[in-house]
């Protein structure tokens, strides 16, 4: 809150304090069964958003015949299997909509190989639900924001469940991990970020309040909320304005309501 607003850009060479660091992480993914190579989308949008993805490597696509007549005509040609068989690779309870694509997971950028993308950029201070995730990016890549920042230890990797609910948003909306979340955010200060913790008890976000600042907007865990270093480094706290009798959102959806505050025309 005493950090006194900037709306100066730091050229990418001045922000070398950014972390450079990437990860490729190959071990075996959780979702559906190993096949020895990375791990499997399924869903409609989700496969469809991985095969247009020009930075994604790709195995295998198994489909059932009625799902491969809507897939997009790229390179990869899909083998025809049966529902049953895409039920024993993805789990009874995965709504894989007759389509199942082998990927390894993506590269993730840096911060500064992000930091001009357009839009406000995402962090999550330990949230660990990889469905929360999924809709987060959803949200994300809906409303246009730069990237989605987390923290490397306490993030799971990508799933097939995590692609399935973010809808085609995993492939959209780049990943940054970093290990320390408040060293990040004061990266980002510094590169003409403006904070915003998102927890109860802030002053209302207001899209008309802050301008034209470039935002980071900081969510916590489900309960736990912000943790205190956070939310020291934050510029300011805000909430979620609601009008009604409940006190909370869950994470997924105060992410799509504060984005949409963000990202709203100046009144």
């Avoid at 799971?156 to 991990?177: F, N």
Wanted: aromatic share 2%; proline share 5%; with cysteine.
């Amino acid at each position: 809150m005493a950090r006194k607003s900037s709306s100066r850009r730091v050229a990418l060479p001045e922000a070398q304090n950014l972390s450079r660091n990437r990860s490729r992480r190959s071990t075996t993914r959780h979702g559906a069964p190993a096949t020895g190579k990375g791990y499997w989308i399924y869903g409609q949008h989700a496969v469809e958003a991985a095969l247009l993805n020009p930075a994604r490597v790709i195995y295998n696509l198994l489909a059932t015949k009625e799902a491969a007549d809507s897939l997009p005509d790229t390179a990869h040609q899909p083998r025809i299997v049966s529902r049953e068989e895409l039920d024993a690779l993805c789990g009874k309870d995965a709504v894989h909509q007759g389509v199942c694509l082998n990927v390894e997971p993506l590269e993730n950028p840096a911060i500064v190989d992000v930091i001009d993308r357009p839009g406000p950029i995402l962090v999550l201070d330990q949230v660990t639900d990889p469905r929360n995730i999924g809709a987060i990016l959803r949200s994300a890549a809906a409303f246009g924001a730069a990237a989605l920042l987390v923290q490397d230890r306490h993030t799971p990797d990508e799933t097939g469940t995590m692609a399935k609910a973010a809808s085609g948003g995993l492939d959209v909306v780049p990943i940054i991990r970093e290990t320390n979340i408040s060293r990040a955010l004061q990266g980002l200060q510094k590169a003409g970020f403006w904070v915003v913790g998102l927890d109860a008890g802030g002053t209302r976000l207001d899209r008309n309040q802050l301008g034209d600042r470039r935002v980071a907007l900081v969510l916590g865990a489900e309960g736990a909320g912000l943790r205190r270093l956070t939310r020291e480094t934050c510029d300011e706290i805000a909430s979620i304005h609601m009008s009604g009798p409940m006190e909370s959102l869950n994470v997924s959806n105060a992410s799509a309501v504060a984005l949409y505050e963000l990202t709203r025309p100046l009144d």
